[in-house]
C-alpha cells in the first residue's frame, strides 16, 4: 500500500507564506514526476507546480515567482514554499505522485489534500 501524507497547510493572511509537504510511504520501487494541484470551491483541479526526479521543474502561469517545487528523492518528499500568498491562492492543495511499486508497475497517487485559505 503507497501512500501519500500531506501538511503544512492552514489559514494565512495576504503577503504571508506558507510550506507544504508531502511524503509517500509505502513500498517504492521509485518515483518519476511529484507535483501540487489545487482545488477552488465551484473550480476544476488545476495544476500548481511539477518536479521531475532529475529537479526540472514548471509551474501554472499564476504562482511564477512565487512558489517554488522542490523534493528530496531520500526522504520520498516533496515541498511547496508558498510565499506572497494571495486570497485567490485559497483551495485545497493535492500532492501527485508518478509511483513506480516495482520496475514495470507505474501509477499515479494522490494525498488526501490540505485546505490553504488566504484572508485578512
Known amino acids: 500500500q503507497v501512500q501519500l501524507v500531506e501538511s503544512g497547510g492552514g489559514l494565512v493572511q495576504p503577503g504571508g507564506s506558507l510550506r507544504l509537504s508531502c511524503a509517500a510511504h509505502g513500498i517504492i520501487f521509485s518515483i518519476n514526476d511529484m507535483g501540487w494541484y489545487r482545488q477552488a470551491p465551484g473550480k476544476q483541479r488545476e495544476l500548481v507546480a511539477r518536479i521531475t526526479s532529475a529537479g526540472s521543474t514548471n509551474y501554472a502561469d499564476s504562482v511564477k515567482g512565487r512558489f517554488t517545487i522542490s523534493r528530496d528523492n531520500a526522504k520520498k518528499t516533496v515541498f511547496l514554499q508558498m510565499n506572497s500568498l494571495k486570497t485567490e491562492d485559497t483551495a485545497v492543495y493535492y500532492c501527485?505522485?508518478?509511483?513506480?511499486?516495482?520496475?514495470?508497475?507505474?501509477?499515479?497517487?494522490w494525498g488526501q489534500g490540505t485546505q490553504v485559505t488566504v484572508s485578512s
Open positions: 501527485n505522485a508518478q509511483i513506480l511499486r516495482t520496475a514495470r508497475e507505474i501509477r499515479a497517487y
